[in-house]
């Protein structure tokens, strides 16, 4: 092997034809341990190109080559900005991982993929801003460094052309599928909409800004259907799915994209909360639990919380069994409710509604009682008094838009549709009638307070 030492340390070597220079052991025709430096330099074409040259980087390294980036890769992809692109197809072999900084912007000409996986294989510690897919609820959702957030598709608000709100089912005393709708922003009577798919009472209902889910029974059938509409269009609803436990007289909430159903009963009193991804199909899913286990509760929300008010249960020690008890839920995790505050007293089958700020709960037990209470649903504490029904009334249903609260039906066959201002305080005037006097059906908008972003 011909070795040419030149000065006291630094070898030339020729091995099997390779020419080393620094090193003793050359893997190719020529390599050089170190930087070489030249005035000139010239390839067969006459024009020579180097990844690097006395420091410095080439403006982007572009890998447009099928390529795969191995444990044995040869050297990095070095750029003068730090950019590298990718036009071909890049495979990352297993053992290896390729990091990155933050990216300000991201470009792609078809598509990319985020992570995805089921509600199980959340990371327990993810940084916010962390975006995946859900495979159970098929929505694509966020981090926001407190809680896992569903994105919305919709952002539809008075004036909007949302406005909408339905009437399902409901108790004369005689079951009813009699389906009605009203246009929240003008004030008139209610008109048909369609037929619901089960002849039911004591239903709750929610919805996105887009369809209408009611649930919920009738002592006597322990009925667990849930069925839909489009808001938007009149006609006949159709099969969702299934609570998770068959029962009436419960709560309903909903987000933009998630309905929630708690307590009721089958007859028993029952503190189960559950929900359903709104643009699917299929059974419900167990959230947690309410505080105590109770029936003729009502619920609003927020675009984050839920709301759960009054209600009814032997737990509670008074004369009449009822509660002022309001409890809250945050809709896009899942875990027991939390207690919130109270109303002004102790009553069950109020009609509640809200917008992305207020919660307003109208009427209740007893037959004489028709107040109306108000919270702030992002704080926690007591109700006060915005004002009152045009007559007292129980098991009376509440819609609201983010500009007026209806409360509509109630016990005994009475078919009024009240109204209020939610920006002022004052009682309600008479709104119009709906098309047949009920009481315990369910009700929904596609504009509600849930409807403000996630």
């Known amino acids: 092997m011909p070795s040419i030492r030149v000065g006291f340390s630094t070898d030339l070597n020729i091995t099997g034809g390779k020419l080393g220079i620094g090193t003793t052991n050359p893997t190719a025709d020529l390599e050089v341990a170190g930087q070489i430096t030249a005035e000139r330099a ?17 403006s982007e390294a572009r890998i447009s080559d099928n390529i795969t980036i191995d444990n044995s890769d040869g050297g990095p992809f070095s750029s003068l900005t730090g950019e590298i692109k990718i036009t071909g197809e890049t495979t990352v072999s297993s053992g290896s991982t390729v990091e990155v900084g933050k990216i300000k912007t991201l470009t792609t000409t078809d598509r990319f993929a985020v992570p995805l996986g089921d509600t199980n294989d959340r990371d327990n510690t993810p940084e916010a801003g962390t ?16 809680n896992w957030k569903t994105v919305n598709s919709y952002a539809r608000y008075d004036g909007g052309g949302a ?105 028993n009193n029952q503190n189960v909360i559950d929900y359903v991804e709104i643009p699917t199909t299929g059974t419900a899913l167990d959230f947690g639990n309410m505080t105590i286990a109770r029936q003729w509760v009502t619920g609003c929300s927020s675009s984050t919380r839920g709301i759960i008010a009054g209600g009814e249960s032997p737990t509670f020690s008074n004369s009449s069994n009822r509660t002022s008890r309001i409890e809250f839920i945050t809709m896009a995790s899942k875990g027991d409710a939390i207690i919130f505050g109270d109303l002004t007293a102790a009553t069950g089958n109020p009609g509640g509604c809200s917008n992305s700020v207020r919660g307003f709960f109208g009427g209740g037990e ?42 509509l039906g109630g ?40 409807l403000g972003g996630f």
């Open 42 to 58: 010239a390839g067969a074409g006459g024009v020579s190109t180097f990844r690097e040259y006395q420091g410095f980087s080439q």
């Open 366 to 407: 007893p037959q004489t009682y028709k107040k109306i209470d108000m919270i702030t649903i992002a704080s926690t504490g007591n109700v006060v008094h915005f004002g009152d029904l045009t007559t007292g009334r129980i098991t009376v249903n509440g819609a609201g838009s983010q500009t007026r609260a209806t409360f």
């Open 163 to 267: 406005g909408r709100a339905v009437f399902s089912g409901g108790l004369t005393p005689t079951a009813q599928n009699t389906i009605d709708y009203y246009n929240i922003h003008t004030l008139g009577n209610a008109i048909y909409f369609g037929d619901a798919t089960v002849v039911e009472g004591n239903k709750a209902g929610c919805s996105s800004a887009i369809r209408g889910l009611s649930g919920g029974t009738a002592d006597a059938s322990n009925d667990d259907t849930i069925d839909y509409v489009t808001i938007a269009s009149a006609g006949n609803a159709i099969d969702f799915g299934n609570l998770s436990h068959g029962r009436g007289a419960l709560a309903s909430m909903s987000s933009s994209t998630r309905g929630i159903w708690a307590g009721g009963r089958d007859p």
């Open 411 to 450: 016990h005994t066959n009475i078919n009024i549709i009240d109204y209020i201002s939610m920006a002022s305080g004052g009682d309600a005037q008479d709104f119009g009638d709906l098309t047949l006097g009920r009481w315990s059906g369910a009700s929904f908008t596609d504009c509600h307070g849930g």
């Open 131 to 146: 975006t995946r897919f859900n495979q159970d609820f098929r929505t694509l959702e966020f981090f926001d460094g407190v």
